[in-house]
C-alpha cells in the first residue's frame, strides 16, 4: 500500500514540478503577481508531496515490506529499527530520494522565509529550484524508481552492506545532502539573478544565510565521513585523498569562497559577477560529486551502487543545469551592476585574495582528482594521484591562504583605516618566527614547523581582529566588555571559524609529523612498542554470530604505568563475502591509541597494528567549530535588532 | 675534479650506509616507500595501508629489496617497470603531467598578480549606489542593518 | 557580452567531454605494462617438489602459456576445465603459476581437477607475480620463444576466448624464427 501511494505522490510532484518550472516564469516576465504567487504554493505542495513519498518509502522499511525490491534487497526484518531507518538512504534509489527530498525542502523555503524578496526575483528562483527537481524526479522515476515490487516476495531480506551499519555513516548522508542540495538555493537565486540582469545588496544579504547552512552542513558531512573512515576502515586515515572525499570537498572549498564574496557584495557591492558565478559553480560541484559517486568514473574506496548508465542520465543533468546556467552567464555577466573597484589594501582586497585562493586550491583539488581520467582518455597511459600530490600542492596553497586569513580581518573596508596594521604584522611576525623555531627544534620537519607557525599566527590574528573591534587598550575595559556584548553573530561566526581553522592546522600538521605506528607479527602473550607504549596481545578468540564470524583480539596498552584495554575484531560476512576490520580505539585529548589485529594463526602468530596519533581528535573539533560558526553567523540579524552597535 | 669526488665520497659512504642498514632503518623506508606505493589491486589506497594480500607481498618485497642496499627511488622504480605510472601515488613529472604540477603553481601565481592586473584596469570605477527605492527595499527586507 | 564571460562555460563544456569519455572507460582496468617485454628473472620451486627449481630460462624455445592460479580462487576453478581442454590440444607450453597458495593446497587442487600444465611454478611470496604485474587470478600470459611476453589476459579464459584471442597469436608467434 505504502508503495503505491509514495509511488503515486512521486509522479504527483513530477507534475507539479514541471509547472512549477514554468508558470512562475512566465509570471515574472509578465509581472503577473498571480502566476508568480502559483510558484510559492507550488513549492510547498511539491515538498509535501515528496516528503509523504519518502515517507512512505520509509514505512515499506519499517514494515519491512519486502514485496519491495528495494526494501528485499537493502533490509532485513532482524536489524534493530535505526538501521531500518536509515538504510532507507543507504543505497543508490533511497539516497536519491533523501536528495531530492531535500531538494524539495529548500524549494519551499524560499518562500517562506523570502517574503520580503522582490516577487519576480523570488518567483525566479522557485522556478530554478523546480527545473532541477524536475530533472532528478524524472530521473528517479524513470531509471531508479525506489518502490518497484517484487513477485514473488521474498521471506527476509538481504540485508545491508554490514559496514554501513554504523551510526557515523548512517548520518553521514543527510547531512553531507543538506550541504550539498543547500547549494541549489544560491545556484537558484544565481540564475534568477542573471535572468533579472542584477544583483544587489538584498540579494547578497538574503542569499547568505542559506550559503551558511548549506556550509555547515556540508562541513558536519564531511566531519562525519572523516571520522567514519578513520574508524571503521582501521588503519587510522582521517583524509585519504580519496575521489570520493575530494568530490564533496570541492563544493566545500568553493562555498567557503562563495559566502565570503556574498559578503563583500552585501557590504561594498563589489564582486557582483564573480559572486553569482562562484553560486553556480558550487552547486554544479555538488552536482559533479553526485556524478562521479554513483558512476563509476574514478577508482574509489567509497564508491557506492556504480552504474555506468545512470553515470549518462546524471550527467545530462550537469549538462542541462550547469551548462544551462553557464551560457546564461556568458549571456547576461556583463549586466549585472555593483562594480565598485576592490583596493588591494583593504578588508574586501583580502577577502578577494581569499576568493582567489581558494579557486585555485579547488581548481587543484579538480585537477588531482580527474587527471587520471583525463589522461586515460587522451592517452593510453594511466596514472595515478595520490596523498603525495596534495600534500605538495593543496598544502602550501591553503597555508598562503591562511597568511591572508590572519591579517584581512584586521583592514578596514575600503582599506580606510590602516592605524595600527604595522605593529600587528610585526607582532604577528614574532609570533610566527618564534612558534616555527620551537616546533622546528621539537619536530623534525621544517614545513610542519612553518604549518604549525601559521596555525598560532592565525589564531593570534583573529584574537588582534576581535581586540581592535572591542577597541582594547583605548577605552576602559568595561566599555570593551559592553562592545564585546554588542558584536553581532557574524563577528563572533568569523572568530569561531577562523580559530576552528587554526585548530585544525595545527592538529593535521602534528598529525602528520608525529604520529607513530608499528606492524609486526606477534604471538599471544608478545608485544609491540609505539611512541611510548606497549602493545601486548593479551588474548585471541575466534566464534560466530548472528551475520559474522569473528576473529577477537584482546590487546592492553601500556604507558607509564597506565594500561587500558583495546578490543580489536576482524568479521566476516558471508553472504556478503565481506571482511571487515574493527579497531580497538582509546580517544584522547593529547593523543588516540587504537590497535587492529589482522590474519595469522596461534602457531605464526597475528599481524598486529599499532598506532599512536596525537591530537587527531582536534582535527574533527577544529571542523566542527567552523560548522558551528556557520550556524551562529546565520543568526546574526537577529541578534542585532535586539543589541546596539555603537 | 673536486665536486665530483666529494659526490663521489658521499656515494661511497652511502652505500656503506646501506650495506650494515639496520631493521629499523629498513622498516622506516619501508613505510615511507609503501606510502608512495599504490595498492594495484585495492581501491586507491597505498600498499602501506591496505589488507589485501597482494599489498602485503609488496610490501614484503619492498623490504627485501631495501635490505639488499637498494635506494627508496630503485624500489619504486622497480614497482613501476612492473605496473607503470599506475602503481606511483605521487606522479613523476613527465611530459603528461606537466599540467598536473604547474597549474597549481599558475594559479597561485595568478592569485597573487591579481592586485597588480586589477589595479590597472580599472580607470573609470562605476560606482553605483542604491537608488532610494532599492535603500527602501533593502531596510524592509533586513529591519535593521549596519555593519 | 564579454568574452572573458564565456570562459566559465567553455572550461565545463570541455571538462563534460571528458566526463563522458571517461564513463566509456572501465577505470579499474590496469593495462600490462609487461608486453614485449621479457619475462623477470626469477628462481621458484616446482609445486609438486619444493627441491625442483625453475628460472626464467625454462619460458624459452617453446611458445608459452603462462596461467596464474590459486586454489584459493573461485574463478580460477571455473577456468580450470578450460586450461585442461587447451591442454589436450598440446599446441603450447603450458606454464602454471600457483599464487599466494599453500603447496599442499595446490597440490591438492590440481590432483581433483587436473594437472594440464607442463611446469607448475610455486610462487606462494609473488616474487613471479610482482615481477609481472599480476594484479588478479586468474590471469593469462603469452610468452613468445625468446621468453618475451607478447600478451596479456585478465580474467577467466573461455573456449571462445582462447580460439579467437589467445590462439591466433600463439600460431602466429609459432612461426616466427625467435
Known sequence: MFAEFGHVALIIAFGVSLLQAGVPMVGAARTDSRLMAFGDRAAIAQFVLIAASFLALTMVFIASDFSVELAAKNSHSDKPMLYKI???WGNHEGSMMLWITMLALFGALIPIFGKALPASLRARAVAVQAMVGAGFLGFILL??????????????????NPILQDPGLA????????GYVGFSVAFSFSVAALIEGRVDAIWARWLRPWVLLAWSFLTIGITLGSVWAYYELGWGGWWMWDPVENVSFMPWLAGTALLHSIMVLGTRHSMASWTVLLGISTFSLSLVGTFVVRSGVLVSVHAFAVDPSRGVVILALLMASTGGALTLYALRAGQLRGREPVSPV????????NNLLLVAATATVFLGTFYPLFIDVISASQISVGKPYFDLTFAPIMLLLIVFMGAAPMLDWQGKNRVGLKRFLQQAAIIFISVSVLSAVIGKSVSAAIALGIAAYLAYGTFAAMAKKLRVGQVPAAHSLTLLRAQPAAVWGFCLAHLGVAVFTAAATIMTVWADEEISRVKVGESIETAGYTFTLLAINSGQRENYSFLSGEITARKDGKTVILKSERRFYPVREMLTTEAGFKYGGRATIFAAIGDGDAEKG???????????IWIWIGALMMALAGFVSMFDKRLRGKGGES | MRPVFIIAAVWLSACAAFADITAEEVELRAHEVGKSLRCVVCQNQSIDESDAPLAADMRRLVRVQIADGKTNQEVIDFMRVQYGDYVLLKPPVQGNTLVLWLAPLGLVLLALGWPAISGRKRIDPQVEPLTSEEAGQLKKALKDENS | MKPAALLPLGVFLVLTGFFAFGLTKDPTQIKTQMTNRPVPNFTLSSLEDALVVHTQDDLRGRVSLVNVFGSWCAPCAIEHPNIVEIGKQDVVRLVGVNWRDDRAAGQDWLERLGDPYDIVLFDDLSLLAIGMGVTGAPESYIVDKSGVVRYKHVGIVTPQIWRDTLLPI???LKKSPI
Do not use: C, K
Open chain 1, 143 to 160: 531509471t531508479s524508481n525506489p518502490f518497484l515490487r517484487l513477485d514473488p516476495a521474498p521471506i527476509n531480506g538481504l540485508g545491508l
Open chain 1, 606 to 616: 597475528f599481524i598486529l597494528r599499532a598506532y599512536y596519533h596525537p591530537f587527531v
Open chain 1, 171 to 178: 548520518f553521514h548522508p543527510p547531512f553531507l545532502y543538506l
Open chain 1, 86 to 88: 536509515t538504510g532507507v
Open chain 3, 170 to 172: 600463439v600460431n602466429d
Open chain 1, 346 to 353: 583593504s578588508r574586501e582586497g583580502g577577502l578577494a585574495m
